[in-house]
């Protein structure tokens, strides 16, 4: 009997920029203090993309040549490319196909897909089925956001929060039971009034008044995203193990998203997990989006061994939230 055929991850690249944004400097911005940013996000310092002309795409390309890299393949064998992010290079054409370009990734085709902070995934999940299709071999999903281009750095409740890098990992073909296993994905449009950036499409296009109104960065109702987060991110994670019979103790690894210390810490206990297997570098990056995920891959990518269960839970601006089960495949 044929063993049925899942998506692996089978290489991962990551990229954060050279700027660092310590709280010391955002104590000279805004009316804020280190001890206040860290007992509220465990955030310590942000990566930020500096200089003309560098977009989410300069983010996305070192990522993706490093997976390549590691794996060994030209990026002209790089059949489908999907960027999760909520800040694309322009509204079109797609960060995807800029990346591609700037790769030679010249035998793909690919496109953006914005969920905010589980961007990546829907992306994941997305492209795994491009792959459990049996049509493609060679997938390539990256998560990656210039948060620094929507952010007001004079309002307190957001600058501290967020930063910028990219994450990606290449998907192909396995049939020994490893890859992505099972997702979760759940939206609640009715959550945009809590989190959303309201000018720039076309409900509110880009004006002198969108633009004095500061409607071009992140709006956030803390309280109200902390609860839903706390408790929407936590349940999807539980139900997700409860599906596929999983105990606390079969998870080797919990890679929650990076947006504030204690959801991550809340989902971890609704699992049963201890800290140690939790994941965490939300005080060296910040929030970074759709970039989290795959940036804590990257980071611990030398501990993960072959078979392990990871389980990725995110939850996002819209709202968005989901959970991934997958072994880990190299």
Known sequence: MSQKLTAAITAIGGYVPEDRL???DLEKMVNT?????RTRTGVEERRILKGA????SDLCVPAV???CQKRGIDPSEIECMIVATVTPDMYFPATA?????KIGATNAWGFDMSAACSGFLYALTTGAMYIESGRYRKVVVVGSDKMSAIVDYSDRTTCVIFGDGAGAVLLEPNLEGLGVLDSILRSDGSGRNFLHMKGGGSLHPASMETVANKEHYIYQEGQTVFKFAVKRMA???AELMERNHLRSEDIAWLVPHQANKRIIDATANRMGLSHEKVMINIQRYGNTTAATIPLCLWDWESQLKKGDNLVLAAF???F????TWLKWGH
């Open 316 to 318: 996002g601006g819209g």
């Open 22 to 24: 310590t709280n010391a």
């Open 320 to 323: 968005t939230w989901g959970a």
């Open 97 to 101: 196909n800029i990346v591609c370009d």
């Open 33 to 37: 203090n280190d001890e206040w940013i």
């Open 235 to 237: 349940d999807v994670s």
């Open 65 to 67: 040549l490093e997976l």
């Open 53 to 56: 002309g560098k977009a989410t």
